[in-house]
């Protein structure tokens, strides 16, 4: 007589490999996604409010010399990070760069937004030969490598802050031209669209309540991302000596500078590198995280 009984738990599928991994590796997945986010976002918060208080922190002029040239940092003799080959504060330089980079990183990215979701949102709305025009337009911006326009630009026009800006926002327009049309183009068929006209809204308050609303999120995203692509546009002009002019502190100029001294001092390149390296790095992580948010694939 068979008297062997069967529970539940026995008598249940056990648990595949597979799926035994995924739940194994799932929490530190999405722990580490968690840690890095919080990292950059504390990273872009620390740079804000350097930005906006620099001028209330007890810090020397940027142009003005205060110990001996190419004093180490920690090294007790000047400034807590050292001097720079003519005897000017790198903390205060770095500090006060920050100024730069985020001033043309994000108005060279809302001039690039506006511009380009308008034109994107025409594109999408009016087709035809108005579509047309603007996807010419864009593709003939788009045909010129950015780094030789921007050197062109910056031959002619006076070099500074706001010339970049407007610079770098014609030049990155046609990106978000191209993302908030090919949005709006799929949200045409929806049916919200369908009730709205139905219901006799205009042509400006479809794209404008009903589309734009809806297009904006993958934007949104990429506008982030392009954030620090500018950061390291705007370095790389500034090394290049054709981007903010000195005695203002940029990143770039500073790395340009110390090149010489390499060998000697290289924490003068190391200190500002180290700043755009995590800048760049926190603006991707905090885009990295919207497009995933925004498209429904996981909370980190």
């Known amino acids: 007589m068979n008297t062997s009984t069967h529970t539940p738990a026995q008598s249940a599928h056990p648990p595949t490999t597979r799926a035994i991994l995924t739940a194994r590796t799932r929490r530190p997945r999405h722990t580490g996604r ?4 919080w990292f950059a976002v504390a990273w872009i918060a620390l740079l804000l409010v350097l930005a906006l208080v620099a001028d209330l922190l007890p810090l020397p002029g940027i142009d003005e010399p205060v110990g001996s040239p190419s004093l180490p940092p920690f090294s007790g003799e000047g400034p807590l990070l050292g001097t720079d080959a003519i005897g000017r504060d790198v903390a205060s330089r770095l500090i006060f760069g920050i100024r730069i980079s985020l001033a043309v990183g994000v108005g060279a990215t809302a001039i690039a937004l506006i511009l380009g ?3 994107g949102l025409v594109a999408a709305n009016a087709r035809g030969p108005v579509e047309a025009v603007i996807n010419v337009l864009t593709d003939t911006v788009l045909s010129f490598p950015p780094l030789l326009l921007l050197m062109a630009l910056a031959t002619v026009l006076t070099p500074g802050v706001p010339t970049m800006m407007v610079a770098l926002g014609f030049l990155f327009a046609p990106p978000f031209a191209r993302l908030t049309r090919s949005a709006a183009i799929g949200q045409f068929g929806r049916d919200y669209v369908t009730a709205a006209r139905t ?3 205009g042509r400006a308050r479809v794209v404008f309540r009903e589309l734009l609303p809806n297009s904006i999120q993958p934007v949104i995203s990429y506008a982030v991302v392009v954030i620090a692509i500018i ?3 705007e370095g ?3 090394f290049l000596g054709v981007g903010v002019p000195p005695p203002a502190p940029s990143w770039g100029s500073m790395i340009a500078s110390a090149k010489d001294n390499l060998s000697r001092a290289p924490y003068l390149i190391i200190a500002p590198s180290l700043m755009i390296f995590f800048s760049v ?9 919207l497009r995933r948010r925004m498209s429904g694939r ?3």
């Open 236 to 238: 790389s002009l500034s």
């Open 231 to 233: 950061i390291v546009i």
């Open 298 to 300: 996981g909370s980190a």
């Open 281 to 289: 790095l926190s603006f991707n992580i905090v885009g990295d995280h």
């Open 117 to 119: 979701v308008t034109l």
């Open 199 to 201: 219901l006799g809204a």
């Open 34 to 37: 968690l840690v890095t986010l």
